[in-house]
């Protein structure tokens, strides 16, 4: 068990106010032994087995983990199964982030995977705006193509985005045009499939998900390195 040490109530605060140590610990468990992605049935009985606790403890620590949000409890024949929610992921989602700056050595170039998919059609629009465009001139030196190339991150790159959120990055600064403001955007330089140049943009508002990056480039990438939908791309951060 995690004990509580001024040290790990620094740790669980930062990662979520109502998160303690012991129930980090269970969530931490419970994914392990399978509730991460999939309804896993598993006992409050096999949980203390390996918190080493009594079943009573177990059973109050799924309690508070689901009053919480981070659980969910579905009752069946066979005994309930547990699956970690979307709240309970991010919290190990961020415990990952923070350990991994701690542990690595600070890196020259953040690289990852994605698969190329088709976008809302609404990136034509906004890089063509000019508030945005000359600003792409003036700071990436370039004028996007029309359009942005859409990744969706693959399971082993599912980090990126929260990571570069806490890097520094290039401020393309928001604007008002026509009674409506267009949101700042944060770029990073990046090579894409080891040749072509461009940049990933971070947009305060979008409609896409988490595991969705944005790439703009001077070049219509699609043409250039011949990708189709399902395309495996490659991308490199210089930081």
Not at 175 to 187: I, L, Y
């Amino acid at each position: 068990m995690i004990p509580t040490t001024p040290t790990n109530k620094l740790l669980t605060d930062n990662l979520n106010h109502n998160i303690t140590p012991t129930l980090l610990q269970a969530l931490i468990t419970l994914g392990q032994m399978g509730a991460l992605r999939v309804q896993t049935r598993i006992s409050t009985t096999a949980l203390a087995q390996e918190l080493s606790v009594s079943q009573q403890t177990a059973s109050r620590y799924m309690v508070n983990l689901e009053t919480q949000g981070y659980i969910e409890r579905y009752p069946s024949s066979l005994g309930t199964q547990i699956k970690v929610t979307p709240s309970g992921y991010a919290v190990l989602e961020t415990l990952y982030l923070s350990l991994k700056k701690l542990l690595q050595e600070p890196a020259q170039a953040l690289e990852f995977d994605g698969v190329l998919v088709s976008g809302l059609g609404e990136g034509a629009y906004y890089v063509q705006l000019q508030g945005y465009s000359e600003q792409f001139m003036q700071k990436l030196g370039f004028a996007p193509y029309p359009g942005t190339l859409n990744l969706r991150l693959s399971s082993d790159h599912f980090w990126v985005k929260k990571e570069l959120e806490s890097l520094p990055a290039i401020i393309i600064t928001s604007f008002r045009m026509q009674r409506r403001t267009f949101g700042q955007v944060k770029c990073f330089r990046a090579t894409i499939n080891g040749t072509a140049e461009g940049a990933i943009i971070l947009i305060n508002r979008t409609h896409h998900d988490d595991r969705i990056i944005e790439i703009i480039a001077p070049k219509n990438l699609r043409k250039t390195l011949k990708l189709t939908e399902g395309s495996r791309v490659h991308v490199s951060i210089r930081l």
